[in-house]
């Protein structure tokens, strides 16, 4: 018998051995869309992979990962990139790693995968982070995979969550129609969710449907009374024009002239930075100024800085928000001339 096939089987008789076959079937019980079609027949690849999730399970999260960057050299198939990239995410979102969870699921997301969990992950994350192109995008994937696996246990009530997560998704993206017919399925589907109550009532605010809008926000407080008061305000903000997302806010006189001026004496001192790569350093300089010119947004103002030619192209984030949609449109109408030489200026979303 040759050295190689006896080391394959050795790992295979070791695979399935009592031990490590049970927490094998536990990992897949959880994880099987995406760890059962990886390293098919490379039983010492998932003897390695069952003990870094176990190590990853006990909140040996440190050791765990060194295990899976030990076995990168099984990978052979986008299967086995996808399950690799998604156990590194887990360690990733076990250590409460948010950042480095959310890249490491991204990735294992471009690899096609079908387990619903990671595109949740990211488009949850997406949503609340107010990214909702990209929330939009993985709940669909996610859905599409949920609807796929009529085996899942609980799976009803996992896709009623996620069409309710993803209207809300719709909603801030001022895509009405759509969000009522993903409630619509979520309902469907899913007829008893507390938390579509609170979904129901900004959109019905969004619409204008003060009757509605009380109808869902009196649902909520009887089902979810912790989250009552955050919701009835949003909700309040929404139907009095107030709310940034929704209504146009008027920027303070002279701050847009403000936000120039500082601009224009800054100019020099970006080219220095930009000499040395710092380009991230000017990026938070300007948001920091962006803020005084729109205080009433609550989250960070995104900044990003790309060498163009002869000039700098600076993009801003409107997140859907109307009132940075107009904003941006107003700051950019206002750029002095010289400025303009050597900056160019783009909205996206």
Not at 90 to 103: C, D, I, Q, S
């Amino acid at each position: 018998m040759k050295k190689g096939s006896l080391v394959e089987t050795l790992a295979k008789r070791a695979f399935y051995s009592d031990a490590i076959l049970k927490s094998w079937q536990g990992h897949t019980q959880t994880f099987g869309r995406i760890l059962e079609p990886a390293f098919v027949e490379n039983y010492q690849a998932r003897i390695d992979l069952t003990a870094a999730l176990n190590l990853i399970g006990n909140h040996e999260v440190q050791k765990g990962l060194q295990k899976l960057q030990s076995m990168q050299k099984y990978i052979s198939t986008d299967e086995d990139r996808a399950a690799w990239l998604f156990c590194v995410g887990l360690g990733f979102e076990t250590a409460n790693r948010k950042e480095e969870m959310l890249a490491f699921y991204q990735q294992a997301g471009e690899y096609g995968h079908t387990f619903y969990l990671p595109y949740l992950k990211v488009a949850n994350s997406a949503n609340k982070d107010c990214v909702f192109d990209v929330a939009e995008e993985n709940y669909l994937k996610g859905i599409e995979c949920l609807l796929k696996d009529e085996t899942l246990e609980q799976r009803d009530t996992i896709l009623g969550a996620a069409y309710t997560n993803y209207a809300s998704t719709l909603t801030m993206m001022h895509r009405y129609e759509e969000a009522e017919e993903t409630l619509k399925k979520s309902l469907k589907i899913l007829p008893e969710h507390k938390g579509r109550a609170a979904v129901e009532a900004i959109l019905a605010a969004a619409k204008g449907n003060v009757e509605k809008a009380h109808m869902h926000l009196d649902n909520l407080k009887t089902q979810l009374p912790d989250s009552y008061e955050s919701v009835r305000n949003m909700v309040d903000s929404i139907l009095e024009n107030r709310n940034p997302q929704f209504d146009r806010i008027a920027i303070q006189d002279g701050a847009i002239d403000e936000f120039w001026n500082w601009f224009g004496s800054n100019e020099g001192a970006f080219f220095e930075k930009f000499k040395k790569n710092e380009y991230d350093t000017v990026a938070l300089m300007i948001q920091s100024q962006l803020k005084k010119v729109f205080p009433f947004v609550e989250r960070d103002l995104e900044v990003g800085i790309t060498p163009k030619e002869e000039k700098y192209l600076i993009t801003f984030a409107d997140f859907y928000m109307v009132s940075l949609q107009y904003g941006y449109e107003e700051l950019i109408k206002a750029a002095p001339k010289p400025i303009l030489q050597h900056w160019e200026f783009t909205v996206e979303r």
